[in-house]
Nanobody, 127 residues
Framework: QVQVVESGGGLVQTGGSLRLSCTAS????????MAWFRQAPGKEREAVSC????????YYADSVKGRFTISRDNLKNTLYLQMNSLKVEDTAVYYC????????????????????WGQGTQVTVSS
């Protein structure tokens, strides 16, 4: 069975940083594009960033571009999201996501493209 587990969320002040981690098991991690989504209260889940199998290509939503960095360590089956210069509007539950199809890449994944989700990790940015 596939398990996807996020960690690293927490409470941080505006301008601070957090690093999220996601560990996926039960699949060949290195074969899949991985993505981060987030969902704020009362809002739809939205794509934040994604990264291809070998970390050659990546995508960032305009709202986080220049502040967030996605990376992965295929030897550890782990995906990361380094979040800097955090803003109140970054407050959300952040979800790790696995592409439905192995060995493909696209920018701006939708929720329909996701096969497996983590349970989410809460990020709260206070002013």
């Amino acid at each position: 069975q596939v398990q996807v587990v996020e960690s690293g969320g927490g409470l941080v002040q505006t301008g601070g940083s957090l690093r999220l981690s996601c560990t996926a098991s039960g699949l060949t991690f290195r074969d899949y594009t991985m993505a981060w989504f987030r969902q704020a209260p009362g809002k739809e889940r939205e794509a934040v960033s994604c990264i291809d199998q070998l970390a050659y290509r990546s995508y960032y939503a305009d709202s986080v571009k220049g502040r967030f960095t996605i990376s992965r360590d295929n030897l550890k089956n782990t995906l990361y999201l380094q979040m800097n210069s955090l803003k109140v509007e970054d407050t959300a539950v952040y979800y790790c996501a696995v592409d439905r199809q192995r060995m493909r890449y696209r920018d701006a994944y939708s929720i329909a493209d996701v096969a497996f989700w983590g349970q989410g990790t809460q990020v709260t940015v206070s002013s």
